[in-house]
């Protein structure tokens, strides 16, 4: 229908009039709306010759029926029109949506009554249809209408109309329907359409869990709804969802999980396809079955293994099926008298597995008729006859001439499953004959001026009928150019024709049909001079008297230098009356700083931080958050230099001038530090915002979650590298005189080249000028499971305290990030490390590294090595690996220290067992069995050459051992028989 400019009538809508009717919301109901109706609509006119029902067509020629009114020349006007009944349904807030067109009152010419450029909108509730009824007086006024935009004559003429959208809240109703009335006292107006409708949370699904069609309430309160899982779901976090006034879903909260065998596939959860299996309830997609196995139907939880292939216990649904291994190979025997080494090859098959593992069995056979018997308890294997993560193994003690098979086998995590039978690779081998070993104890049992008292013990190993001893001495001055043998079938002998006062060196070897054995080694004796002979009771008593009074000088001149010298662990001795200089700073020497001290921190900024022009900086992505605000990845390009990846710490908006001056004071400590293993600081920016921190960027993010990343996945020597570095950082922060008070893996930086870095500065503090003060801190968090003892219950922080922290970073790069005192609450960390407990070793942790955290946790703060000694002692490990392959057991006491040691009080242990024991070297204990070392006497003998030959190479122990041959010696020169 054609817009015409008439007075009295409206047409109200052309493809050129302005406006367009919008499309409706999916979270919107409609109860009424015009434009649906094609017919005549029915409302109520009053009076009758008042509001007019015309049609129309929109803007794509679709009929419309509309309203007009526009009785401008007449007076007092009151034109009433009134909808049909309209039912409310759920809805306590509706909307009334108003688009229509009106006339400016100054465009009507020869206007005689009174132009109104408004309408009113009325509403009235009742519980029913009331008809054709109309009460005037009981409609409640909702709002008054006005147009934005007016049309004008002009308008007319052009055929351009301007269409007004108005939109009004009417609520909360609360009967069963209402009626909208529309009053005209006096304009030119004409409804184009009128829709009524309520807002609704539609129906969705979200996080695998529906929610229903949900009407908000009238209040501003949102509605909480709560989800159903989908089919094949399962709740993980009870699923729920905020309703808002306005018809949106807010804050989905919880979700579902598809159940075993399901995966999630758009909305809903499916199942598994044939080939695909999901062994735990998650959203994850199903897997494909691994190798070696397969699921023909669907809906799998696992997968099942083919013919002849395993899955253990243990073993993922994840890991394909494996086999038994095939027999070792290439077995090659090496005989040494009795005992013999057995070499082998791996498999030829490890059956798809890496917990290979061999087993050696020893059977004795007869000659002649080659059976053979299980051997005896009496052979001993050197590590072990079972679990063998190594392809070879050595068995001593066989009998001599006997012919003995060896069976070995392979086996791994499956081998128990496969019902096939076991394959072995066998060799036979015959011992040889074997001399007897060395004569390792002899005792003197009198000395005259002319002739001397022997007895011994027979070897440990006579490997056979001992026909009798050869007896060989000389005197000292000779040098072995003039000596004497005798023959002794027993086992002592009395040495006559000495000269007195004279010292005699001799040797005992033993003989059987083999041949003679090895010979013992040297004794020095010495006879009577003429005025002196006394029994060997008298001598003893002598003797024990002079080295008890020997012992109570020595530890009287020990005691004195302890406490004189406080001389104590690691700590360098000083005088008690030596007067403590004051702190000197020396040319060429740097000392740290504590921008703390600066009256204004803004001068301690611009000493140490560069500034940086913002323009050269450009934030990437936000990598975390920090206590001040975000941390981001970008990258810095400054004139004249490469573009260079960094680190940007911003400080958040709103912040007040302490927290600014707290964010900064980071970067001015950080700024006065210059090491490869301390995080650099590029520079500040604190004339624009944000205000930010930047330094140099690290790929791999913080040690912890790295290590956690990465488990199992370094190697020892990795690992050592990564301490080497933080430590030699910690060496340069204690030289400089700072105190970290935060040294945890989760502070340590790592980069592309596994180089690691201290950072995070914002708990350090500096020690006061006298190295020996603590900083005391004025409370504050503490990391109670990282803290010294001193510092939690003193709040006292020194470079030592760092060295306890130190330790427990040792402890988590070697168990790859695991928490310590794991569950543990603080409390019970204080109290058990208060009584003397220690974290145990991780799992294949070295013996030397675990003895590096131990001294560490010293509870003596004096005690506690310093940085240098642990960079000196990392780097020794590093040159000599082979230090490292002694694994850590849990030792009987944490007290004891690996760097300095002296040697162990032998006298006080009745076996060399417990005496390697005691110096934390039970590990070498089978080696040095197996090597006839099997008392502290024999031990004594025993040079660093003869360590190495029966297979103690690792440093570590060496140092213990031999520091302690000293002590053994000692003791034996102090007891019966002089050595």
């Not at 367009?20 to 979270?27: E, F, I, Y």
């Not at 007016?150 to 007319?156: A, N, Y």
């Not at 204080?830 to 013996?847: N, S, T, W």
Request: with cysteine.
């Amino acid at each position: 229908m054609d817009c015409k400019p008439s007075v009295l009538l409206l047409f109200l809508f052309s493809p050129v009039c302005q406006g367009h009717l919008t499309s409706h919301h999916s979270n919107e109901v409609n109860l009424l709306d015009s434009k649906a109706s094609q017919g005549e609509l029915g409302w109520i006119s009053y009076p009758s010759h008042g509001w007019e029902e015309i049609s129309g067509v929109d803007e794509h020629y679709t009929p419309i029926r509309t309203f007009q009114v526009c009785n401008v020349m007449e007076y007092s006007q009151n034109n009433w029109l009134r909808t049909n009944w309209i039912p409310r349904n759920s809805a306590q807030k509706i909307y009334v949506e108003l688009k229509f067109t009106l006339r400016d009152c100054n465009s009507i010419p020869l206007v005689l009554g009174t132009c109104k450029e408004t309408f009113n909108l009325y509403y009235m509730e009742t519980e029913e249809d009331q008809g054709d009824q109309f009460w005037e007086h009981q409609f409640s006024k909702i709002d008054t209408i006005a147009a934005d935009e007016s049309f004008t004559q002009t308008d007319l003429g052009d055929r351009i109309l301007k269409l007004n959208t108005e939109v009004r809240e009417v609520g909360p109703v609360a009967q069963k329907g209402f009626y909208l009335a529309f009053q005209d006292v006096g304009a030119c107006v004409a409804l184009v359409t009128v829709r009524v409708y309520f807002k609704k949370c539609p129906f969705t699904v979200r996080n695998l869990a529906t929610f229903p069609d949900t009407v908000p309430t009238d209040s501003q309160a949102l509605v909480e709804v709560r989800g159903s899982c989908v089919n094949n779901s399962r709740e993980a976090e009870p699923p729920r969802m905020y309703c808002s006034t306005e018809g949106e879903w807010l804050v989905p909260i919880g979700k579902c999980l598809c159940d075993v065998a399901h995966e999630p596939r758009g909305v809903t959860c499916q199942v598994c396809r044939p080939g695909f299996y999901k062994s735990s309830p998650g959203n994850l997609r199903c897997s494909k079955c691994p190798p070696h196995s397969h699921a023909h139907q669907e809906g799998s939880a696992h997968c099942s293994c083919e013919k002849n292939y395993f899955r253990s216990e243990a073993d993922p649904s994840s890991m394909a099926c494996t086999r038994p291994p095939s027999s070792p190979r290439n077995v090659i025997s090496v005989i040494n008298e009795t005992s013999v080494i057995l070499d082998w090859s791996w498999p030829a098959d490890s059956g798809g597995r890496k917990d290979v593992t061999f087993n050696v069995v020893c059977k004795r056979c007869s000659a002649g008729q080659r059976k053979c018997e299980a051997c005896r308890g009496a052979v001993r294997f050197l590590p072990r006859p079972a679990g063998l993560s190594n392809t070879t193994v050595t068995v001593a003690d066989l009998l001599a001439h006997t012919n003995y098979t060896f069976e070995i086998e392979a086996l791994n995590g499956v081998s128990a499953l496969s019902s096939e039978p076991r394959q072995f690779a066998t060799v036979t081998i015959t011992t040889n004959q074997a001399a007897p070993s060395p004569v390792a104890v002899i005792r003197k049992d009198r000395t005259s001026r002319n002739s001397i008292s022997l007895s011994w013990l027979e070897p440990e190993r006579p490997n056979g009928i001992i026909l009798d001893y050869e007896v060989k001495f000389y005197e000292k001055q000779e040098q072995e150019t003039s000596y004497t043998i005798l023959r002794a079938k027993g086992t002592n002998v009395t040495l006559n024709g000495l000269k007195p006062d004279t010292i005699y060196l001799l040797q005992i070897r033993a003989r059987t049909a083999a041949g003679y054995g090895g010979s013992s080694r040297k004794f020095e004796f010495e006879t009577s001079p003429d005025s002196f002979s006394i029994s060997s009771e008298n001598s003893q008593v002598v003797l024990v008297a002079i080295s008890s009074a020997v012992a109570i000088i020595l530890l009287s001149v020990v005691v004195y230098l302890l406490l004189g010298s406080r001389f104590c662990g690691y700590s360098k001795s000083k005088h008690p009356d030596e007067k403590r200089l004051p702190f000197v700073r020396l040319p060429g020497i740097r000392t740290y700083v504590d921008p703390h001290t600066y009256e204004d921190p803004t001068q301690a900024i611009h000493e140490f931080a560069r500034e940086l022009d913002a323009s050269c900086i450009a934030i990437d992505k936000v990598v975390g958050a920090g206590e001040f605000g975000e941390v981001c990845s970008g990258r810095l390009k400054q004139p004249s230099k490469k573009e260079t990846c960094v680190a940007i710490k911003t400080l958040k908006s709103g912040y007040t001038e302490t927290q600014r001056r707290d964010f900064l004071s980071e970067a001015s400590i950080m700024g006065q530090f210059d090491h490869p293993n301390i995080i650099r600081l590029e520079g500040v920016v604190t004339r624009n915002k944000p205000v930010m921190i930047v330094t140099e960027y690290m790929e791999n993010g913080s040690l912890d979650c790295f290590l956690r990343r990465h488990d199992a996945q370094f190697t020892v020597i990795q690992l050592v590298g990564m301490l080497r570095g933080i430590a030699s950082g910690m060496k340069y922060l204690s030289d400089m005189g700072y105190v970290h008070r935060d040294l945890a893996a989760r502070n340590i930086l790592v980069n592309s080249n596994l180089v690691c870095k201290v950072s995070d500065f914002g708990l350090s503090r500096v020690l006061e000028d006298d190295p020996e003060a603590a900083y005391t801190t004025r409370g504050g968090k503490i990391p109670i499971r990282w803290t010294a003892p001193e510092a939690i219950a003193y709040r006292k922080f020194t470079s030592a305290s760092d060295a306890w922290s130190y330790g427990i970073v040792v402890w988590e790069v070697m168990s790859y990030g695991e928490r310590p005192y794991w569950e543990m609450s603080n409390q019970d960390v204080i109290k058990a490390v208060d009584e003397g407990y220690r974290l145990p070793p991780p799992m294949d942790c070295p013996a030397a590294l675990y003895q590096l955290m131990l001294d560490c946790w010293q509870k003596d703060r004096n005690n506690r090595p310093k940085f240098d000694q642990i960079v000196s002692l990392l780097d020794k490990l590093i040159r000599n690996p082979s230090s490292l392959k002694i694994i850590a057991n849990a030792p009987s006491s944490p007290e004891n220290m690996l760097l300095d040691r002296t040697g162990a009080d032998i006298a006080t242990f009745c076996s060399m067992g417990d005496w390697l024991e005691s110096m934390h070297t039970l590990s070498c204990k089978d080696i040095f069995n197996g090597a006839s070392y099997s008392s502290c006497n024999t031990l004594a003998k025993t040079s660093t050459e003869d360590f190495k030959q029966v297979g103690v190479t690792i440093l570590g122990p060496q140092k213990k051992i031999v520091s302690s041959i000293t002590a053994l010696e000692t003791h034996a020169k102090n007891g019966p028989v002089p050595v």
